[in-house]
């Protein structure tokens, strides 16, 4: 592979050097390069950061709410996330959401429609949770790796064999992947890993849902109720509070995807215009994500009932066909990989943008070399991004090996940045911008529907401290064993 270094290789960001030149049919009105993505590639993105392999973990949260609450809290949620997020759509461009200013980041988004404190909370939310995410999506492959090999040992020794394994190792091998595809430089050039990632959760959510159905068939008919377990016969009373609480929480959470919204509009091409594009792309990502949650935990309660596990793929909810559970848990880590990735670029590009603004001269931040690779182009090249990038891939390896628990963690984080992210300001936006009337039937109903989720996201939080203090009772740093 040549490298070849040349002044006039810099690529230079300031639109006005190319206003005037020919390139100006291959740049958007921002003077940024053309961007091309459609319907189609941003409900790949959708469905990418939507359905994580939480979705096999819906029949236990089905079987805390039971048949008649776990649906129709699916249901709500999906609505309200659908309602939400077509409110953050016609953001991207303010003022005119078809004509205006675009807005690159969600804080930009926040910047322009309510100022002040709030873009400062805004960005703590947004970045924390991104950040969270990414090491609690390297903790869930490693799981789902080391599940493939427990998977062999089960069939080959028997299922009463432990058949313990680290996880470490797994993920330092996530770690290398990630490694190599953080040097994608931003979500414009990611969206066939997006779609390789939609097709491995389509691939691993209809395993299990085929397995749970095959087990729904064979029999015998598992133990489930309407209102789910049963207080002195499956929990007691303080755990069905706690339990009931964290699976309204995971339900909220699991259809969350406002963290990259904007950044996923900022992918789309126009005409048409891209919040007609985003709000398409939204319906089809969010109505797909439904079917299968639906239909994941449904049939999935009605295969295990009340004592449905975490997660039926790599908590051995089945162990035959052992090598279709390998194929589902290969699927869950591939996806994983592409996900990460999904969440990571906004923290990229936050941190890269603020850098080249500090240091407009820098050669080592700003300057980019054409690398030309065979069959595939150039490709330029930027020593602060491989630098960068790979400490943070490290950073969030070492940190999941530290705290194995981070799960727990995770849904703190995702507590406290759903209310804010996918209600609060999505909605405020929408009353500043339209300039509604105070104490009008809409501005009521939609500060109401702030408050109840935000109670709901202070009980999940609530729940989320309880599984933590429980953990860390039993914390072993670097010791992560499935």
């Not at 939204?282 to 009605?302: D, E, K, N, P, R």
């Not at 880590?333 to 590009?349: K, N, R, T």
């Not at 630098?387 to 628990?405: D, G």
């Not at 911008?433 to 109840?452: G, Q, Y």
């Amino acid at each position: 592979m040549a490298e070849f270094q040349k002044p006039s290789m810099y690529i230079d960001h300031n639109p006005s050097t190319i206003e005037n030149g020919d390139f100006r049919k291959n740049v958007d009105d921002d003077g940024r390069p053309k961007r091309t993505g459609t319907w189609v590639t941003a409900s790949a993105h959708i469905i990418t950061a939507v359905i994580g392999s939480g979705v096999l973990s819906l029949a236990w949260a089905i079987a805390q709410l039971g048949w008649v609450a776990g649906p129709i809290v699916l249901m709500i949620f999906s609505f309200i996330t659908y309602f939400t997020s077509t409110l953050l759509a016609d953001s991207y461009r303010s003022p005119d959401p078809v004509s205006g200013k675009r807005n690159y980041t969600y804080m930009d988004v926040v910047q322009a429609n309510l100022g002040g404190r709030k873009v400062q909370l805004c960005g703590l939310a947004q970045y924390g949770n991104l950040i969270g995410v990414t090491i609690g999506y390297t903790i869930t492959a490693s799981i789902s790796m080391v599940a493939v090999k427990r998977s062999n040992c089960f069939h080959k020794h028997g299922h009463h064999v432990k058949c313990h394994t680290s996880n470490n190792p797994f993920m330092i091998i996530f770690a290398c992947f990630q490694i190599l595809l953080s040097q994608i430089p931003n979500f414009h050039k990611l969206s066939w890993l997006s779609i390789l990632a939609a097709v491995m959760s389509f691939a691993y959510s209809s395993i299990g849902l085929g397995l749970s159905v095959a087990k729904v068939i064979d029999g015998p008919t598992a133990r489930t109720t309407l209102t789910g377990v049963t207080v002195g016969v499956d929990v007691s009373g303080s755990e069905k509070v706690w339990r009931t609480f964290q699976a309204i929480g995971d339900i909220a959470f699991a259809y969350a995807y406002s963290t990259v919204l904007v950044e996923i509009q900022d992918t789309l091409g126009s005409p048409p215009a891209e919040n007609k594009s985003m709000k398409r792309a939204t319906s089809i990502g969010i109505s797909t994500t439904t079917v299968f949650y639906v239909l994941c935990g449904t049939v999935g309660y009605a295969a295990f009932g009340n004592d449905a596990p975490g997660n039926f793929l790599t908590g051995f909810g089945f162990y035959e066909p052992f090598w279709l559970v390998d194929i589902a848990n290969i699927c869950i880590a591939i996806h994983l990989i592409g996900a990460y990735q999904v969440f990571c670029q906004p923290v990229y590009g936050f941190v890269e943008s603020k850098c080249a603004k500090r240091w407009p001269e820098s050669k080592f931040i700003n300057r980019e070399y054409a690398v030309n690779i065979p069959c595939c182009g150039a490709y330029y090249f930027n020593s602060f991004r491989l630098v960068w990038r790979t400490a943070y891939v490290v950073m969030t390896a070492i940190l999941a090996m530290l705290f194995p628990f981070f799960n727990d963690f995770l849904g703190l984080l995702g507590a406290a940045s759903f209310w804010p992210l996918t209600v609060y300001f999505p909605l405020e936006m929408y009353i500043a911008r339209t300039k509604m009337p105070k104490f009008s039937f809409t501005w009521t109903w939609m500060k109401v529907l702030s408050w109840i989720c935000l109670v709901i996201s202070l009980v999940a939080a609530a729940a989320s401290i309880q599984g933590l203090a429980t953990d860390v009772k039993k914390y072993k740093p670097f010791q992560t064993e499935q």
